[in-house]
């Protein structure tokens, strides 16, 4: 089982719909990030939080350390966030960095 | 403010060359890494250093080489490529230990015929 699951794997959605996507995870974490890579593209940094909720424009990233989940929320879709939108936990242990642990990612398509 | 930079951007190899894959980030970070991204497999780590002269295992090392002589640049090393390393390669740099906003490179698509 990843220790970072997403959902949905894959979501088409209307342009102007209020899109969500989910965020699991099985460990404790130091932070928790939200990346976003264009099809063909690099990769971006959206988010990095370790509590509460976080905004910039029309993304909104929240997290609940209790039950390990996280979402991230773009209101007023548009057809430019079609994009793969990963989310990746960061963990120190036992003195050492471990770099991260990300999850398989969410296919988004937002139609005109 | 170049960021991270990663060259080359494509590269063909055949199986049982060696190549270096470069990555240089010009933000002072300490935190650098590297990262494979497999279709359905997501983002990999492969090595990872946190400072000049440190190094150290991710989930998947085997096959990479690294060293880490100055803060700016982390190369990685196929040391006799396989097939099984065709891939995307995304280097990565973060003033802290993961816990940092994340800088990536633009990728390496690697092809190992």
């Known amino acids: 089982k990843n220790e970072v699951e997403q959902s949905p794997q894959n979501l088409t959605a209307q342009e102007g719909e209020f899109i969500t996507i989910n965020c699991s995870y099985s460990?404790?974490?130091?932070?928790l990030h939200w990346l976003q890579q264009h099809p063909g593209g690099g990769i971006v940094s959206l988010f990095m939080?370790?509590?509460g909720k976080k905004k910039h424009g029309r993304l909104i990233a929240t997290i609940n350390i209790q039950e390990k989940h996280s979402s991230l929320h773009i209101t007023a879709s548009h057809p430019r966030d079609s994009a793969v939108y990963i989310c990746?936990?960061?963990?120190?242990?036992?003195?050492?960095?471990?770099?991260?642990?990300f999850g398989k990612g969410t296919h988004l398509i937002i139609q005109p | 403010n170049a960021g991270v930079t990663q060259t080359p951007k494509f590269q063909v190899l055949k199986t049982g060359q060696s190549m270096t894959l470069q990555c240089a980030q010009d933000?002072?970070?300490?935190?650098m890494s590297w990262y494979r991204q497999d279709p359905g497999m997501g983002l990999r780590l492969i090595h990872y250093?946190?400072?000049?002269?440190?190094?150290d295992q991710g989930e998947v090392p085997n096959g990479y080489n690294v060293s880490r002589s100055t803060t700016e640049d982390f190369p990685l090393r196929l040391l006799s490529a396989a097939p099984s390393q065709t891939s995307v390669y995304f280097c990565?740099?973060?003033?802290?230990?993961?816990?940092?906003?994340?800088?990536f490179g633009e990728g390496s698509r690697l092809t190992v015929l």
């Open positions: 460990v404790g974490i130091s932070a």
């Open positions: 939080l370790s509590s």
């Open positions: 990565a740099s973060s003033q802290d230990r993961g816990t940092g906003e994340l800088f």
């Open positions: 250093s946190v400072g000049a002269g440190i190094t």
């Open positions: 990746a936990r960061g963990r120190y242990s036992g003195g050492g960095a471990d770099g991260l642990t």
């Open positions: 933000m002072n970070h300490e935190y």
